[in-house]
């Protein structure tokens, strides 16, 4: 209970204390301007970023991390219930073609 209570007296202090701590830039406008070998910078000087792009990513993270969780049921085979184990990899692999098929009818998976 003692521990409980500290952990959470020290996380409140630590989150009043943080923008205090932490906040340490100038609001100087030569230092947030780009800076081009010396010279002044040709155009804004941020990068343009494409959100299909992004999107695509993460689509692509969120199935690599379900095939991640999908290797493990191999092993499984051996230790447990055979109708246990058929039982939830097709409903693992249910919700993975589901959730293709959700997101190439949101059209996240199109490139334009």
Excluded: H
Aim: with cysteine; aromatic share 16%.
């Amino acid at each position: 209970m003692f521990s409980s209570v500290a952990i959470l007296v020290i996380s409140t202090t630590l989150l009043l204390l943080s923008p205090l701590l932490g906040n340490k830039q100038n609001s100087n406008f030569e230092k947030g301007t780009p800076f081009e070998c010396g010279f002044d910078p040709l155009g804004s000087g941020q990068l343009n970023f494409s959100i299909r792009f992004f999107l695509i990513a993460v689509v692509f993270m969120i199935f690599d991390v379900e095939i991640a969780l999908l290797l493990p049921l191999v092993v499984t085979t051996l230790s447990g219930n055979y109708m246990i184990w058929v039982f939830n990899s097709v409903v693992f692999l249910l919700v993975l073609t589901l959730g293709t098929f959700f997101e190439w009818k949101e059209g996240a998976l199109e490139w334009k």
